[in-house]
């Protein structure tokens, strides 16, 4: 069972496995329909396609959510069968970016209670690197019912967020850019800055130059010098919208950390309540 990570050598052994299901999880914020188009070109062979804001979200309830919800239970599970996804699916999700759109739905599969789903690492760009087969057919998998065993332990509730970032017992991370989190750019959101008391913690940090996942020894460094006394499970993570903050989860969980709570809502909720607290700096 693969769990965190996988190489594309080792995807590439399974792709006739009927046992295996690959998910393409490309989609640009800039674009929203050029995802669907760039499959429709060309995807890993057997890949389904999974939408950020159609399938892998609810709709937006302006003043109330952020960017992108959590989808609805029942709604994703029925989507889940209907690519051919069950509870003996070794699920493989891949973008064409960081993985933050992938790690979306790795962290969707195990909030929903199944644990044998990987990012593919270096994503489309590694696979295309190496040469490996691409097809342009859209597959039609068979239905298959999807169980769900939703897990609320992994999402920090909007009124405990607060008292996470400071009452000294927890930790709350920030997976934005830096630059981002001081306050001194916001290029999507309406307010800039972060939640007070949060730590900064870029997940564009978890990948090499090459674009690939740092090892698991090097992710453990850079995360234990963040969280410093705190453990994985005693610390929540946030983004902009809840969707590249499961990097950040992916990362510490891919160190053998452990694994902390994601904050859903994340900052475009936080500011959705203007009597909530904003830092800079």
């Known amino acids: 069972m693969y ?3 996988i190489g594309s050598q080792d995807l590439a052994r399974h792709l006739d496995d009927p046992l295996w299901r690959v998910v393409d999880c490309r989609f640009s914020l800039l674009d929203p329909p050029r995802g669907r188009a760039d499959h429709a ?5 057997g890949a389904v396609y999974a939408h950020l804001d159609a399938d892998l979200s609810a709709p937006v309830q302006p003043g109330r959510t952020g960017r992108h919800p959590l989808p609805d239970v029942a709604r994703l599970a029925e989507r889940l069968g209907g690519w051919g996804i069950d509870e003996a699916t070794q699920v493989v999700a891949y973008d064409d970016g960081s993985g933050g759109i992938a790690a979306r739905l790795w962290w969707l599969l195990r909030w929903l209670g199944h644990e044998a789903v990987a990012v593919l690492d270096g994503g489309w760009a590694a696979w295309t690197a190496e040469g490996l087969p691409v097809d342009d057919r859209l597959p039609s998998p068979s239905r298959r019912q999807f169980h769900p065993a939703p897990r609320s332990e992994l999402v920090l509730p909007a009124d405990e967020v ?3 970032a400071t009452d000294g017992g927890h930790c709350l991370l920030d997976a934005r850019e830096a630059i981002r989190y001081r306050g001194e750019a916001e290029p999507i959101d309406a307010v800039a800055g972060h939640i ?6 870029p997940y564009l940090d978890n990948l090499g130059s090459d674009g690939r996942w740092m090892p698991a020894a090097a992710l453990a460094r850079r995360y234990r010098g963040i969280l410093g006394p705190h453990a994985a499970a005693d610390c929540a993570v946030y983004c ?3 969707v590249t903050a499961a990097h950040d989860v992916l990362a510490m969980v891919h160190a053998g950390l ?8 994340s900052w475009s909720e936080w500011i959705t309540d203007p009597s909530r607290m904003v830092a800079t700096g």
Not at 196 to 201: D, F, I, N, V, W
Not at 258 to 265: K, S
Request: proline letters at 11%; aromatic letters at 8%; zero cysteines.
């Open 41 to 45: 070109r060309g995807h890993v062979p």
């Open 3 to 5: 769990r965190t990570l």
């Open 162 to 164: 607060a008292r996470w």
């Open 240 to 242: 902009g919208s809840g």
């Open 196 to 201: 007070p008391g949060a730590l900064s913690a």
């Open 258 to 265: 452990g694994e902390p709570r994601l904050y859903a809502g």
